[in-house]
């Protein structure tokens, strides 16, 4: 890792705390420990951090009310919620408060890197573009206004379409996992919202049919990939 991103961690368990820290340390990751939410408010105030990690459950202030606090000073800020098993109506609350992740206890740290890593690379991926529109070969799509133009007439997106289809953009040309993009727009990512998803990737491919070097490929197992052409090749 070329630069040491730094995470708050707020969790209070104070062994797991630890050991995520350490584990993270050991990816390149600079990290600081909170192990109640009134401490992680006071440090994000305090210091500059790229991503939070806060678990749900904590004592003076729990995770969402942090989420809740953190967002209001900086809206873009990313944070990936730690969850018991029992607790899906507050991962709901916490999606609709603007989580970017969520992850059940107990869980794997490398898993926990991975999604690092994913939410990192979008919020960079966003920086480097323009906030509300994508150009796509032939294509502009307006995020805000939903609406994709292109060789004929402007088509109006539903919001799943324009979700999926940002997440797609913001992920061009790179794998975009099928269970984040499941969790981030659906919540779930079960069997019926899979099948559901699959039917708004195939809405989106004829929508952009009329420019063929535009093309979102199934990578088996894995998830997505809108395929387009490089602008300085345009």
Not at 13 to 42: P, R, V
Not at 169 to 174: G, K, Q, T
């Amino acid at each position: 890792m070329e630069e040491h991103l730094r995470i708050l961690l707020c969790d209070d368990d104070e062994n797991l705390g630890m050991l995520l820290k350490e584990f993270l340390q050991a990816k390149g990751y600079t990290s600081d420990l909170c192990t109640d939410g009134e401490a992680g408010n006071k440090a994000f105030l305090k210091n500059k951090y790229d991503l939070g990690v806060f678990d749900i459950m904590m004592p003076k202030k729990d995770g969402l009310e942090l989420l809740k606090e953190v967002r209001t000073i900086n809206p873009d800020f990313p944070v990936i919620l730690l969850t018991a098993k029992n607790q899906n109506d507050d991962v709901t609350k916490g999606f609709k408060l603007g989580a970017d992740d969520y992850i059940i206890k107990p869980f794997s740290m490398e898993v926990l890197t991975l999604r690092i890593e994913a939410i990192l690379r979008r919020v960079r991926g966003k920086k480097t573009k323009e906030s509300n529109t994508y150009k796509m070969g032939k294509f502009t799509f307006d995020t805000q206004k939903q609406i994709l133009t292109g060789p004929g007439a402007p088509t109006k997106l539903t919001t799943k379409e324009s979700e999926l289809l940002s997440l797609l953009c913001a992920h061009a040309n790179e794998i975009l996992q099928r269970d984040f993009a499941l969790k981030t727009i659906w919540i779930d990512d079960n069997y019926f919202n899979a099948r559901s998803m699959d039917v708004y990737i195939t809405k989106l491919r004829k929508h952009l049919k009329e420019d063929p070097s535009i093309e979102i490929i199934n990578i088996h197992g894995k998830g997505y990939k809108l395929i387009v052409p490089d602008e300085t090749e345009a």
